[in-house]
């Protein structure tokens, strides 16, 4: 399992415009991909909702996780970025 930790780079953190984009992207890579916050369960990183439900603002701590190292970078990436900008 390759993991990578990241901090949220998003200005409001990861509400629903963000948490789109990422779990598009998950999808879009086709292979499972989670997303946790320090100590938290992971959740799916392809459902929107799941990405919204960890809180995520500004700031926070999130580790992306999957069997596939080429989107777990890109995920990371992803959510490292603003992407209300």
Do not use: F, W, Y
């Not at 993991?3 to 984009?21: D, E, N, Q």
């Not at 946790?36 to 990183?45: C, Q």
Request: charged share 15%; proline share 4%; glycine share 12%.
């Amino acid at each position: 399992m390759h993991t990578k930790t990241v901090i949220v780079g998003s200005a409001i953190g990861l509400h629903a415009r963000p948490a789109a984009i990422i779990s598009e992207a998950v999808v879009n890579a086709g292979v499972p991909v989670t997303l946790s916050l320090d100590g938290g369960e992971p959740v799916d990183g392809g459902s929107a909702l799941m990405i919204m439900t960890l809180g995520a603002g500004n700031g926070a701590q999130v580790t992306v996780a999957s069997e596939d190292e080429a989107a777990c970078a890109s995920i990371a990436e992803l959510i490292q970025q603003d992407l209300d900008a």
